[in-house]
Structures are given as C-alpha cells and as structure tokens.
C-alpha cells in the first residue's frame, strides 16, 4: 500500500499550541533579561521569573533544559539588541564617527536613568559572576565582548579616514580599551546611581584620541 505523501504546512499563522509556546518562551527570556541586568544570574531564582509571567513552576524545563541552557539563550538574546543598538548608532551617517559614540554614550546613559540605575549590562553582570558560574559561558561572553570591540574599532577606522584622529593608533587595542573601561563606568554608575561614571570615563576616552 502506497504511503500518503506528507501534505506541506499552510502558510499563515502557526498552530494555536506551537504560537503559544513562542509567545511564552519570549515571555520567559524578556524577564529573564529584565532580572539579569538588575541581580545577576546568581541571585535571580526561577521561580522569581516564572512568577513574573505567570508561568506554572513546574513548566518551566518545557521550555529550557536547564537554568544554563536559560542564561545562554539569554545571553544571544541580549547580544542581537545590543549589537542592533551599536550598529544604529555607529553606522549613523549623518553623525561624524566619533559623534556616534558619544551618540552611545548619551543613549546609555539615559537607559540607565529610565529604570533608575537599577539595570547595568548583562554581559558585564555574568562576566563578575564568573567563579559561580558554568564555564560554557564563558566563550560565549568572550566572543560577545570581542564582536562589540570589532565594531567599535570599524567605527574608529572611520574617525581615522576622515581625519579625525590619528592614524598612529591602534583601532582595535582602542576598541578593547573602551569597553574594558566602559563596563567598570556602567558598574560604577549603577553604585552610585547617576550618569556622571558614563560621561567621565568617555570624556577621558576622547581626551586619549586627542593626543
């Protein structure tokens, strides 16, 4: 007897039960994200995220296969909106280079200051966390930290081609430099609640290109 050939799915909407599924997940990893900028995976209990969704306790691992397999996809997460913030502001044309990170600068700052200085850097926050944490995160942060330098640095090749800084420097031991720097002045920030760690460590920064 002849086997029905498989009927391809229809274009539309997915199934109720697999929207359902998607919709909880992002749920999940937007509370998740929200948690970890504020405490830090350490201090953030599944149970608090679930809650703050209205999710079941024990439906949690329906959607991940551990707290670890969580904080990666949280981590991901958090890397396409950062990268996506950075390339909007360094690629921003109608800005000199180094506008645009000065533009990053100020947009940050103000990020901070709507949640009231509550939410740092969730890569920053699992770096610091590092002895408690599983080590496969820790490629997985490096290789964030590294892709933001790259972008920084095509930034900086910008300001050296259209004659803004010198030449001489090196873009990418620059790029390094900054958010070695920047992730203590977003710690900093969030100690004291206000923008002035931001603004100080980027105004020392320029003060270095202009040498």
Known sequence: MAVAARLPRPRGRPPKALAGYRETRESLLRAGMAA?????FSATGIDEVLRSVCVPKGSFYHYFASKDEFG??????????FAG???RHFHDK???????IQDFINDSARSMERFQFRRGCLVGNLGQEMGALSESF???LYEVFV???????????????????????DCDWLAEFFWVGWEGAVL???????????????KGFFQLLKQ
């Open 85 to 87: 913030k950075l390339e």
């Open 147 to 169: 892709d933001w330098q790259q972008r920084t640095s095509r930034c900086l090749r910008a300001a050296q081609q259209a004659g803004t800084i010198s030449r001489d420097f």
């Open 188 to 202: 900093r920030a969030k100690l004291e609640r206000r923008p002035e760690p931001l603004h100080s460590f980027g």
């Open 138 to 140: 820790r490629q997985q």
């Open 94 to 100: 109608s800005r000199l280079p180094l506008e645009r």
């Open 36 to 40: 970890l900028t504020e405490k830090g």
């Open 72 to 81: 990666s996809a949280l981590i991901s997460r958090y890397a396409a909106y």
